[in-house]
């Protein structure tokens, strides 16, 4: 019988994937360094050689950013990628320590089921694709229905120049008919051994409950914090180059510049100088409708959109030379919009009495929205940058670097990726920015080298044939705890 409903057909489909992903993986398995190595190179090379191609598509589809941009963005996600998991030894025997005895062996998790966003479909699907080939792993590719034309496009390309490198059949999977129906099959499958999710709070909730193993990362809210001694023209300009990338579809973006009373004059100042828009509060009233929905979550409409766009939508003129909307606030919240994360050229402004009063501000931000996730820090005082890396909940405290680039690893010595772990804190099973070592498993084999006899050297009651330790004993054990405690 012919299936006519889409929820249906989307679920067979999704479960034929699988089987196929499961398969192929089992030859991935078999597979040597050098075999794994030639098929993530043909993938980063087609990623590379459509880069332009993807990034019409991915534009014209989702409207969202900025062609430029997402070129870039696919060039990131293949090329510098590569480059960062090139040498990597992810097959087989990965280490050995021959002062331990120890023996690490690289075990490829299975098929990952990997979630993919609207607002950098391409360049995930091309990053995703070779972490989980470099582990040895088969993929599974769930698009988000407002990216699939570009999303299907992009597994297609690399799925051929996976397969003319010797990739078996099936390794790439892509859901053609995608529905929420099949991405929970996809998420909750037994076949499935791993899950890649990137995308909404939601979303990713909803992988960590699957039943299986996930990797989530969800909403990023990181504010900024310009300090006194920091070069206030450079910290604007990244902040703006960072907000203005791709229009900020960039969950690593700054959502918020937190400054001092004191600085708040000279940073208004150049914020304006370098196309800053400081909204008065009937402009600021109007934008905040249309930040958020009514249940709370972020507005698509604003997302990855121009600030003539912004504009007009919420019906306030604002300059043609205008980069960045920006709304003064001091609340954070559920009913203050300016503190939530605004994938869009928008920013909130905290003005805050002391430095105490901005680290306070910054953890509240965090904790509200955004916990684990990403801060920005503009500062030339380096035990300023320590005490704010001490007491920030961020897995990845940026300095003096545009954040959305910096989180990335583009402009910062992080590792290049565009999964970004948020830790504990954050709800996330990683801090890392995830890599082909995040879809590994490591067994051990680990030689022996001590005997029991040796273990009970020094333990009391051990020596020879008393039953109690003498006082001489018992002091000489002592000095040695406290000598290896202190």
């Given at each position: 019988?012919?299936?006519?409903?889409?929820?249906?057909?989307?679920?067979?489909?999704?479960?034929g994937?699988?089987?196929?992903?499961?398969?192929?993986?089992?030859?991935?398995?078999?597979?040597?360094?050098?075999?794994?190595?030639?098929?993530?190179?043909?993938?980063?090379?087609?990623?590379?050689?459509?880069?332009?191609?993807?990034?019409?598509?991915?534009?014209?589809?989702?409207?969202?950013?900025?062609?430029?941009?997402?070129?870039?963005?696919?060039?990131?996600?293949?090329?510098?990628?590569?480059?960062?998991?090139?040498?990597?030894?992810?097959?087989?025997?990965?280490?050995?320590?021959?002062?331990?005895?120890?023996?690490?062996?690289?075990?490829?998790?299975?098929?990952?089921?990997?979630?993919?966003?609207?607002?950098?479909?391409?360049?995930?699907?091309?990053?995703?694709?070779?972490?989980?080939l470099?582990?040895?792993?088969?993929?599974?590719?769930?698009?988000?229905?407002?990216?699939?034309?570009?999303?299907?496009?992009?597994?297609?390309?690399?799925t051929?120049?996976?397969?003319?490198?010797?990739?078996?059949?099936?390794?790439?999977?892509?859901?053609?008919?995608?529905?929420?129906?099949?991405t929970?099959?996809?998420?909750?499958?037994?076949?499935?051994?791993?899950?890649?999710?990137?995308?909404?709070?939601?979303?990713?909730?909803?992988?960590?409950?699957?039943?299986?193993?996930?990797?989530?990362?969800?909403?990023?809210?990181?504010?900024?914090?310009?300090?006194?001694?920091?070069?206030?023209?450079m910290?604007?300009?990244?902040?703006?180059?960072?907000?203005?990338?791709?229009?900020?579809?960039?969950?690593?973006s700054?959502?918020?510049?937190?400054?001092?009373?004191?600085?708040?004059?000279?940073?208004?100042?150049?914020?304006?100088?370098?196309?800053?828009?400081?909204?008065?509060?009937?402009?600021?009233?109007?934008?905040?409708?249309?930040i958020?929905?009514?249940?709370?979550?972020?507005?698509p409409?604003?997302?990855?959109?121009?600030?003539?766009?912004?504009?007009?939508?919420?019906?306030?003129?604002?300059?043609s030379?205008?980069?960045?909307?920006?709304?003064?606030?001091?609340?954070?919240?559920?009913?203050?919009?300016?503190s939530?994360?605004?994938?869009?050229?928008i920013?909130?402004?905290?003005?805050?009495e002391?430095?105490?009063?901005?680290?306070?501000?910054?953890?509240?931000?965090?904790?509200?929205?955004?916990?684990?996730?990403?801060?920005?820090?503009?500062?030339n005082?380096t035990?300023?940058?320590?005490?704010?890396?001490?007491?920030?909940p961020?897995?990845?405290?940026?300095?003096?670097?545009?954040?959305?680039?910096?989180?990335?690893?583009?402009?910062?010595?992080?590792?290049p990726?565009?999964?970004?772990?948020?830790?504990?804190?954050?709800?996330?099973?990683?801090?890392?920015?995830?890599?082909p070592?995040?879809?590994?498993?490591?067994?051990?084999?680990?030689?022996?080298?001590?005997?029991?006899?040796?273990?009970?050297?020094?333990?009391?009651?051990?020596?020879?044939?008393?039953?109690?330790?003498?006082?001489?004993?018992?002091?000489?054990?002592?000095?040695?705890?406290?000598?290896?405690?202190?």
């Open positions: 019988m012919e299936l006519l409903d889409k929820d249906l057909v989307s679920i067979q489909e999704v479960r994937l699988l089987k196929k992903a499961y398969e192929a993986q089992k030859i991935l398995a078999t597979f040597s360094q050098e075999q794994i190595d030639r098929i993530v190179k043909a993938i980063a090379d087609a990623g590379y050689a459509n880069a332009v191609k993807l990034a019409k598509m991915a534009n014209e589809e989702t409207g969202f950013g900025i062609l430029q941009d997402k070129v870039i963005k696919n060039v990131f996600g293949s090329k510098v990628v590569y480059e960062a998991i090139k040498d990597e030894k992810t097959i087989g025997i990965i280490s050995q320590d021959s002062a331990h005895k120890t023996m690490d062996i690289a075990v490829p998790m299975g098929v990952v089921a990997a979630v993919i966003p609207s607002t950098n479909p391409t360049s995930t699907v091309i990053y995703k694709a070779m972490i989980s470099k582990a040895g792993n088969s993929i599974v590719i769930s698009p988000h229905p407002g990216a699939k034309n570009a999303i299907v496009e992009t597994a297609r390309i690399i051929e120049a996976a397969e003319a490198a010797g990739c078996p059949k099936g390794a790439i999977g892509v859901i053609t008919v995608p529905t929420m129906q099949a929970q099959e996809l998420m909750k499958s037994n076949y499935t051994s791993i899950i890649l999710a990137t995308g909404g709070s939601a979303m990713v909730k909803s992988a960590y409950s699957s039943g299986n193993p996930a990797i989530g990362v969800g909403a990023g809210n990181g504010p900024a914090f310009i300090d006194k001694s920091a070069d206030v023209k910290a604007v300009k990244r902040i703006f180059d960072s907000k203005t990338f791709d229009n900020g579809t960039i969950c690593a700054e959502q918020s510049i937190i400054v001092e009373k004191c600085m708040e004059e000279k940073v208004v100042a150049e914020l304006k100088a370098q196309g800053g828009y400081l909204l008065d509060q009937d402009q600021s009233d109007k934008l905040a409708k249309f958020l929905r009514a249940n709370g979550s972020m507005n409409a604003i997302v990855g959109k121009s600030v003539e766009h912004i504009a007009k939508l919420a019906g306030i003129r604002v300059p030379d205008a980069r960045v909307l920006i709304a003064k606030e001091s609340k954070v919240g559920h009913d203050a919009p300016y939530r994360e605004k994938l869009a050229p920013l909130a402004l905290f003005v805050e002391n430095i105490d009063a901005v680290l306070e501000k910054s953890i509240e931000i965090l904790k509200f929205e955004g916990m684990g996730h990403t801060f920005s820090m503009h500062a005082d035990e300023l940058v320590k005490r704010f890396g001490l007491r920030i961020a897995s990845r405290i940026l300095i003096n670097t545009p954040g959305a680039l910096g989180g990335v690893g583009a402009t910062t010595g992080l590792f990726a565009l999964t970004l772990g948020c830790g504990a804190v954050g709800g996330s099973s990683t801090s890392n920015n995830i890599g070592m995040d879809l590994i498993n490591i067994k051990r084999v680990a030689y022996g080298t001590k005997e029991l006899e040796e273990l009970k050297v020094g333990v009391p009651g051990q020596e020879g044939n008393c039953c109690e330790p003498s006082s001489y004993m018992i002091d000489e054990i002592v000095k040695k705890i406290m000598k290896e405690l202190i």
